[in-house]
């Protein structure tokens, strides 16, 4: 498998120095790989300073969530695979519907501040999935889960957290954003969401002067909260704000344009009788079990009530936030199932669900019974030893998400977890899995053999 290339230090960008290189069309790899630089090159500084003014400022009260630029698109904004890929999206996206799906990768809470090493390990992964014997199984682009950098969403870590780790990655990577991608520092002068906007939310395609001596261009997503097209799927992305706990899509003073948002995407799914894989994708996740971050329940309430409104559900839920795998099944009244995945252990830091000396948390489990207006959540199975990712596969008539943690290494294609919906029935289903082309070379095998048994016999 191709590494990434080590070359000299990113050049810092300055306030005199940023304004991004215009291009026609997308750049996605880097073309010329050797072996993983093993540290920073921009050596990342203590936050210890900025921790404690923090600190200060949550004993007044003063933490709220931040406001946040209106997207381009007006109420409902919309980017495509097809618009994100340039002039030769027509091909690609006939390959697609041919192979009879599309696959993609998602993880979150990637960056690092102590190294590249526990990201690279990910990232290397994720690469490997390139090299299939069918093109069917390629994936075609990645879904960031937020926190793409830390502590704090400024500049001057994206060359070492984001540009580098996926100079390798041969296909589009999109993003919600994170609480720490629009946290700043308060020792520093630079906006919430600057630097996310600038490298996921171009309005051409252009490389970041953030990307330093690398030429992977800026994302265009039309903003922080969009709805993502592409064959056979739907994915609307959220932005959680910048809170540590809990995750917040509206309220006073960040306005309810995202409840507008959904409201609106949603009622587009019902008028089009959308019949793909629908997704929701935010950093915050709604449940978690035992973990370091907490439920994010008004969040999931307001998003409950559109959809309630609309009559329109996801087939399943991505988050990141908790620093580990989580997947559950929300079963509704309906007796319809909603997978709710948090997969937070891109790079930073992996946490523990229990405490030293705690017993391991048993999977599955029931963590919410379906009683007084509840809906059933089961915990059915976590990773919170590993680094790990997403591999998510939709069809005309399922949605398949699988977990594979970077431990396997770049040879194991087979996932530690796995779940899949039936798209119409919105129930968990046994995968159907396809002919990739092993039948064939088994009976060339056959074949073969019988024939050098004959040959013997003569």
């Given at each position: 498998?191709?590494?990434r290339k080590k070359q000299g230090a990113a050049p810092a960008a300055t306030a005199g120095d940023l304004a991004s290189r215009v291009l026609t069309q997308p750049v996605f790899s880097e073309p010329q790989p050797t072996s993983d630089p093993s540290?920073?090159?921009?050596?990342?500084?203590?936050?210890?300073?900025?921790?404690?003014?923090?600190?200060?400022?949550?004993?007044e009260h003063k933490i709220k969530p931040l406001p946040f630029p209106p997207p381009r698109g007006g109420v409902e904004p919309r980017v495509t695979l097809a618009q994100a890929i340039g002039s030769n999206e027509k091909a690609l996206l006939d390959q697609i519907t041919r192979n009879g799906q599309i696959v993609f990768h998602s993880t979150g809470d990637c960056g690092?501040?102590?190294?590249?090493?526990?990201?690279?390990?990910v990232t290397d992964k994720?690469?490997?999935?390139?090299?299939?014997s069918h093109p069917g199984e390629v994936p075609q682009f990645n879904f960031l889960l937020g926190d793409i950098v830390y502590s704090f969403g400024e500049r001057q870590y994206y060359y070492d957290q984001f540009y580098e780790p996926y100079r390798d990655y041969h296909a589009p990577v999109f993003a919600v954003a994170g609480n720490h991608d629009g946290m700043v520092s308060p020792l520093q002068h630079e906006k919430s969401l600057q630097?996310?906007?600038?490298?996921?939310?171009?309005?051409?395609?252009?490389?970041?002067?953030?990307?330093?001596?690398?030429?992977?261009t800026a994302q265009i997503q039309p903003g922080v909260f969009f709805t993502f097209e592409a064959p056979y799927l739907r994915i609307i992305a959220l932005y959680s704000n910048t809170l540590e706990d809990p995750g917040v899509i509206a309220e006073g003073n960040i306005g309810n344009s995202q409840l507008q948002f959904l409201r609106a995407a949603l009622g587009r799914v019902k008028s089009e009788r959308y019949s793909g894989a629908l997704l929701f994708a935010h950093h915050h996740p709604p449940f978690v079990?035992?973990?370091?971050?907490?439920?994010?329940?008004?969040?999931?309430?307001?998003?409950?009530?559109?959809c309630n409104e609309a009559g329109v559900w996801p087939h399943a839920d991505l988050a990141g936030h908790a620093h580990n795998y989580q997947r559950f099944t929300r079963t509704r009244p309906d007796g319809t199932e909603i997978p709710y995945v948090v997969c937070g252990n891109g790079g930073h830091n992996v946490q523990r669900l229990t405490r030293s000396g705690q017993p391991a948390i048993r999977a599955p489990q029931v963590i919410q019974e379906a009683s007084k207006g509840q809906d059933q959540i089961v915990l059915e199975n976590y990773d919170d030893q590993n680094y790990g990712y997403l591999r998510v596969v939709a069809s005309a008539r399922q949605l398949r998400i699988e977990y594979h943690p970077a431990a396997d290494g770049a040879h194991t294609k087979a996932p530690d977890d796995h779940v899949t919906v039936d798209l119409t029935k919105r129930k968990l289903a046994h995968f159907a899995a396809r002919d990739t082309g092993m039948k064939q070379r088994i009976a060339e095998v056959r074949e073969l053999k019988a024939k050098t048994e004959k040959n013997k016999r003569k």
């Open positions: 498998m191709p590494a540290t920073f090159q921009v050596r990342h500084a203590s936050d210890t300073a900025a921790y404690k003014a923090i600190d200060e400022l949550n004993k690092s501040t102590k190294g590249p090493k526990t990201q690279n390990e994720m690469i490997s999935d390139f090299e299939e630097a996310f906007l600038r490298n996921f939310c171009a309005d051409r395609f252009c490389v970041s002067p953030d990307a330093g001596h690398l030429s992977r079990a035992q973990s370091k971050h907490g439920w994010s329940v008004d969040m999931q309430a307001q998003i409950d009530q559109i």
